[in-house]
Nanobody, 121 residues
Framework: QVQLVESGGGLVQPGGSLTLSCAAS????????MGWYRQTPEKERESVAL???????NYADSVKGRFTISRDYASNTAYLRMNNLKPEDTAVYFC???????????????WGQGTQVTVSS
């Protein structure tokens, strides 16, 4: 079982900043990719930022230049620094991690519970 715990969401004014954290724990042999997704009632879940081993990074076009994803490999933690936030960034943000379990080397694809980010004046 691999668990992901997110933190750092909240209410921020347009132009403000937030940093989300996602800590993975449990029976982990390796994590290949960690990423952030977001979802609103009007839209399907969409990819925001992904970071793979070797720090290969991909961003959604809508957040390029404003969001930065990073990863602490030692603690299995991913971060999403969000600058210059806009009202359209309002969503529930979910963390995702994919890799292999430690015990029997089976793959896992785990999700966090989600954290609300609201950008409003």
């Amino acid at each position: 079982q691999v668990q992901l715990v997110e933190s750092g969401g909240g209410l921020v004014q347009p132009g403000g900043s937030l940093t989300l954290s996602c800590a993975a724990s449990g029976s982990i042999f390796s994590i290949n990719t960690m990423g952030w997704y977001r979802q609103t009632p009007e839209k399907e879940r969409e990819s925001v930022a992904l970071i793979s081993n070797g720090d290969n990074i991909n961003y959604a076009d809508s957040v390029k230049g404003r969001f930065t994803i990073s990863r602490d490999y030692a603690s299995n933690t991913a971060y999403l620094r969000m600058n210059n936030l806009k009202p359209e960034d309002t969503a529930v943000y979910f963390c995702n991690a994919r890799g292999y379990r430690a015990t029997i080397m089976t793959p896992f694809d785990s999700w966090g519970q989600g954290t609300q980010v609201t950008v409003s004046s």
